[in-house]
DNA sequence: ATTAGCACTCTAAACAGGTGAGTGCTACTT
DNA sequence: AAGTAGCACTCACCTGTTTAGAGTGCTAAT
């Protein structure tokens, strides 16, 4: 039923369709691709291809656009793969050059996605869970007010302000700062919060309740670390991209709302450089239903985090694929050395 | 020439303009508010205003309309305090209540100016200039890479990653580590900035250039440190104001480029709590002509940055402006404790 | 299975008239 | 001199109508 030239013709209509933002006819389709049969076949196939719910008409006597299914099924059997021009491939390589910390990297990257693929670019900061903390400091802010610093091995650094149930005073925040450090040396931090919980047994009675608060603080920071941080860019190409105010205002708000995007990019694929998508409605978000998602894991090793690209529906899904999926090769490099 | 009444009629058209966005016409203007004469004679006066300058009609048989000059006379002359509501005032109170750090306090801020306002809001870090060195951390990260961290007394906390000529050892790290806090901890950064450049030689000849680095590093970040970072909100109000996509776009565009922005922002008056508005054109910004920001500086004492919103210049000014004066003296007082 | 031909549908653009808000002007009033 | 009433005029906007064209679906022929 849905033979060879049936899904030619699907991916035509995808293609002149994202390209041009017009409805496609059966007249302009083998004029433009050199399928080598007649209009009227062609309306035939597009019947088929309307029955089975992969086009549509926006009214009586339009063209064709592509249905959110037929996007689904445009990108997982019929989408060429469109490797990076070397300018492209370039950029990226320069851009991400050189010794840089990891919130440059993740900067530079958000924005190379978004130039690269004119859409709103969104990267999720790598979770704690996985790295290792290369150093701890606890400072002293107030009597009873300090402030905890974690630098991580991917040259990170997370900070968190505690208040203390009592004061610690110099020399315990001294004994402290020199435990946590000896004691979150180990391969992950995870695994030394058995050993963190036992801590306050070491101190005097009356500064234990405190000392627990700073573990607590500790292992707050590591539960909703970074991970939940998000670094967008090219917002503006949202303006470009949108047909009207409706369908854009939503998107917008979504952007705002990071708790919705995040949501979304961790429920997707968690394999390092492998794409996922997420097609108009499949994102099952109120606002989000003529946006796409695509999103990849990245991070060294099994994935530690997404980051991805959102757009219109109809949007150049082989190249953002291509794009998405080189950037987040490249930073699961960097931050594997 | 511009009396009495003739203010009191930009006024009545500047409110009428904003509150509804329609052009307003010389009927509605007497019925609506309780100016004792007839139309007729409010027709003369709009022919004046309109000749100095200060309203326009869109087109001949439109209402009248303020111009940039129009809301300028407005804001500096005419406008009303309006105090916050109760509402208002409680928000902001909760919102900026209890222990928060540096991060925590300036995100929140600019969430409640968004909400107030209904615009876009943004603040500027507060610049490094005028605080003071609470901690100085330097790690090793790789033989000749090591991570930079200070932490002042606001709270905050700053970072940079350094790239040595040469390694520099541990033993030769801990020491320098020792040696910036000693001199840091003075009254503010700069002051310390001679001493800084003398300390290489007390220092092995072989890592000389390696302490030469940090410092270096230590006074780059002291000059661009988070003064240039902005924190942006309620971009999504954009939508609700802007008209079309034409005066639309350019504005995203500018929130981008956070240089724009940063420029313009510096540039506004630096007292603290004094608000400072900049209409339309006079922003001298190619597509913010249909933009009006309004900003004031904050910091305790002398402003050490600023904060404001951003959006249409067919704007509530009085209510922007109490948003932001308060908004930044609560700021201040946060920061001067 | 494919195609040519044709009638049909429906949108978008172009056009025309009517309506009304709002103005500017002039002559009149206080 | 300032304010007012009246009135003619302008022009966007709405509405209804027409037209042109793109595109379709169907049927009959290949």
Tied chains: 1, 2.
């Excluded at 291809?49 to 099924?73: F, K, N, V």
């Excluded at 985090?305 to 999926?325: C, E, K, N």
């Amino acid at each position: 039923m849905l033979d060879e030239r049936r899904m030619a013709v699907l991916r035509a209509i995808v293609e002149d369709y994202v390209s041009t933002g017009e409805p496609v006819g059966s007249r302009g389709l083998v004029e433009r691709h050199g399928l080598g049969v007649s209009p009227a076949t062609i309306r035939n196939d597009m019947a088929v291809l309307e029955e089975a719910g992969l086009i549509t008409q926006p009214h009586t006597s339009a063209g064709r656009i592509p249905t959110d299914a037929g996007y689904r099924l445009f990108v997982d059997q019929l989408a060429t793969v469109k490797p990076l021009s070397s300018a492209e491939r370039r950029a990226i390589q320069t851009l991400l050059d050189g010794p840089l910390d990891l919130d440059q990297i993740v900067s530079r990257a958000v924005r190379a996605l978004a130039q690269l693929t004119h859409q709103v670019a969104v990267i999720q900061y790598p979770s704690l869970r996985v790295t290792r903390v290369r150093h701890i400091e606890l400072i002293e802010l107030a009597p009873a007010r300090c402030l905890l610093v974690m630098i991580t091995d991917a040259g990170r650094v997370e900070q968190r302000l505690i208040e203390l149930p009592t004061p610690l005073g110099p020399e315990a925040t001294a004994v402290l700062r020199a435990r946590l450090n000896q004691v979150t040396a180990g391969p992950a931090l995870e695994e030394a919060f058995d050993e963190l919980d036992q801590l306050w047994a070491g101190f005097a009675e009356d500064v234990r309740p405190a000392v627990q608060a700073v573990v607590d603080g500790l292992k707050e920071m590591h539960r909703t670390g970074y991970q939940e941080r998000l670094v967008l860019a090219g917002t503006s190409n949202l303006a470009r991209a949108a047909a009207d105010f409706r369908s854009f205002m939503p998107v917008l708000e979504a952007i705002e709302e990071q708790v919705v995007l995040l949501k979304l990019l961790t429920e997707m694929s968690s394999d390092t450089g492998h794409v996922a998508i997420r097609i108009g409605h499949e994102t099952t978000q109120a606002g989000l239903e003529e946006t796409s998602l695509v999103a990849a894991g990245y991070g060294p090793g099994r994935a530690v985090a997404h980051l991805g690209v959102l757009g219109p529906t109809r949007m150049d899904y082989p190249g953002s694929i291509a794009v998405v999926r080189a950037i987040a090769l490249y930073l699961s490099r960097i931050l594997a050395a």
